[in-house]
């Protein structure tokens, strides 16, 4: 049975809580971790880029120059691809870099992030998140005294959607807030310290488990 300290924001143990060993006695699936990445990175990608073909290209219909008697390459038109101002050869064309992956792949991919995490140590979970006053430097504070002073980029992990406290922290660079639901890879690697509410942590563990 992993159990683990819940805190307050002094990281004060204030209690403990039983985690599911279905998340956080997996051992990581690197190979998955590093799939799902390349398919959520490359779902990004707007795939718009496009070339016009020898069809597309504005210019005349009518034959450069004769076709006979110049001693030069016999050319019929000047979309041709190989003058300047033709038409482009096996160029890009509006395209989706979309990759499928399976949900159950998915999952185990958000597990094995979240069990590295808790290996690691970097994985936090606090009895409560909030900011009342709405202000970014309420919002600082908080985050420094759970990080204790350091300059982290930090995962927040909350069960609900708080205007308060999505409002203090939009401007802070170093920070997201998201969801249980909301959960990816990306974010799970791309933020070294991830900062869960207790709730938060029940949702994750009803979620994935």
Known sequence: ????????SKLNTVAEVTL???IFEIEPHGPIVHDIVRAQLAARRRGTAKTKTRGEVNASGSKPYRQKGTGRARRGTNRSPLIEGGGTVFGPMPRSYALNIPK??????????????FKQGDFI??????????????FVALWQSIVQG???????????KNESLWRSSRNVNCVKLTLPDKLNV????????????QSALERVQEVYS
């Open 1 to 8: 049975m992993v159990t683990a300290n819940v805190v307050d």
């Open 20 to 22: 599911s060993p279905a």
């Open 104 to 117: 159950k792949i998915k999952k185990l991919g958000i597990v094995s992030a979240l069990a590295q995490k």
């Open 125 to 138: 979970i606090i009895n409560e998140l909030m900011v009342e006053s709405g202000k970014t430097k309420d």
């Open 150 to 160: 350091q300059q982290v980029k930090t995962l927040f992990v909350i069960p609900a």
């Open 186 to 197: 990306y974010d799970l690697l791309y933020y070294p310290k991830l900062v869960i509410t």
